[in-house]
């Protein structure tokens, strides 16, 4: 049994996606808000000294962090390339490089500006310090709809980069500004969401989405 610490709708529903397409035994051990309770980031930080969600133990008692390294990590110990393409293969590089992409330059602009308090003094400053990083991460998105294919990622073939695209176009700055300015990613988005297999997920981790 994996139990992946997580908060609906936060960072750990990436991992819970997976987890759940690959067929893992597990439950969702749910952490309170980590930016508001000082006791949450205390037990959190008993595991993960960083106190950050996805934080995951595995079933031998490891303990696994960082979403990309939690991607390869669960390709190699179920020996599936259902979301992860295999070395050697053609789509490997590409995966490796728009994955790392995702998590190393897109994902730190929700953890800047979710609470600007964190960075910056004042409340004009941390406003624009916001604005600033928010027109930053619109830039990098772009960037992934240029080289977005149509219908998956990378092609005809799923990957865990679709259930990332699904997962962060929910945040800042959400679906309608995807859906007029990054319309592929938009598109791989709602099929995504359509997916029977994640649909349990999808409700656990987004209540409040119509349907």
């Avoid at 309170?32 to 133990?57: C, G, H, M, Y």
């Avoid at 992409?101 to 897109?106: D, G, Q, R, Y």
Wanted: charged share 25%; proline share 6%; glycine share 6%.
């Amino acid at each position: 049994m994996y139990t992946l610490f997580g908060r609906p709708g936060w960072g750990s529903v990436l991992v819970e996606a997976q987890l759940a397409w690959l067929q893992l035994p597990y439950k969702v051990e749910e952490v309170d808000d980590l930016f508001e309770s000082e006791s949450a980031r205390e037990k959190l930080r008993a595991i993960n000294p960083v106190a950050q969600v996805p934080t995951l133990l595995m079933p031998g008692g490891a303990v696994m962090t960082e979403s990309a390294a939690i991607t390869l990590h669960l390709a190699d110990v179920t020996g599936s390339d259902a979301l992860v393409p295999l070395a050697g293969e053609a789509e490997r590089g590409r995966f490796l490089r728009w994955l790392i992409f995702l998590v190393a330059n897109i994902y730190p602009t929700f953890t800047f500006a979710d609470d600007p308090r964190r960075f910056v003094t004042g409340e004009e400053a941390q406003r624009a310090f916001r604005q600033s990083v928010d027109s930053y991460e619109r830039g990098l998105w772009r960037m992934v709809e240029e080289t977005s294919a149509t219908r998956w990622f990378l092609g005809q073939r799923f990957s865990a980069l679709d259930i990332f695209i699904a997962v962060m176009t929910r945040w800042r700055p959400r679906r309608a500004w995807f859906a007029e300015h990054c319309p592929r990613l938009a598109a791989i988005a709602e099929r995504v969401d359509a997916l029977p297999e994640l649909s349990e997920v999808w409700r656990r981790n987004f209540p409040d989405e119509a349907g």
